[in-house]
T-cell receptor, first 112, second 111 residues
């Protein structure tokens, strides 16, 4: 158990809908990362927060947004969903940047 | 791009043999990490090597880093069935907290 909790584990939704994925980082970790992993692909970096502030942004679509709350949990919002958004979405946390990251078990999103 | 690229994409070896995976990257890095992912599950951190280090060991794992060639290798000795997984290298740059992953090497240990 990495100490990072992601909910829900599975999500099935229709095209055009909006979903929110939640991540609770490891106790004491200030940094949260979000990644997207499509079938048989590597992890695409989406966005990183540190202590509530956006720190780095990857190739995140405009339809996607995220935030980190004062209690350090984070949410990833995906809107106007398309079939191609079906993927595993991982959250990871670390104590600060440039150290090992601890991953949650992911949320498997299926858009139908 | 910063993204690491693992080689080979897939590797099958007999149990007990050593497995070597390579990672190449394009920009200067601060740290390089290796992670393991069992099918469809979260990634597990294996080892971190800093840019000023050349070699690191952890149990049956040995990682080398050659910053002049912008490459790293992960050696798993005496492989076991439980080592079957995908292995990813990940890099970050100085003053840039992004951790960028490669596409991984799929390792299959044959009984």
């Amino acid at each position: 158990d990495s100490g990072v909790t992601q909910t829900p584990k599975h999500l099935i939704t229709a095209t055009g809908q909006r979903v929110t994925l939640r991540c609770s980082p490891r106790s004491g970790d200030l940094s949260v990362y979000w990644y997207q992993q499509s079938l048989d692909q590597g992890l695409q970096f989406l966005i990183q927060y540190y202590n509530g502030e956006e720190r780095a942004k990857g190739n995140i679509l405009e339809r996607f947004s995220a935030q980190q709350f004062p209690d350090l949990h984070s949410e990833l919002n995906l809107s106007s969903l398309e079939l191609g958004d079906s993927a595993l979405y991982f959250c990871a946390s670390s104590s600060h940047g440039n150290t090992e990251a601890f991953f949650g078990q992911g949320t498997r999103l299926t858009v139908v | 791009s910063q993204q690491g690229e693992e080689d080979p994409q897939a590797l099958s070896i007999q149990e007990g043999e050593n497995a070597t995976m390579n990672c190449s990257y394009k920009t200067s890095i601060n740290n390089l990490q290796w992670y393991r992912q069992n099918s469809g599950r979260g990634l597990v951190h294996l080892i971190l090597i800093r840019s000023n280090e050349r070699e690191k060991h952890s149990g049956r794992l040995r990682v080398t880093l050659d910053t002049s060639k912008k490459s790293s290798s992960l050696l798993i000795t005496a492989s076991r069935a439980a080592d079957t997984a995908s292995y990813f290298c990940a890099t970050d740059r100085y003053r840039d907290d992004k951790i960028i992953f490669g596409k991984g090497t799929r390792l299959h240990i044959l009984p």
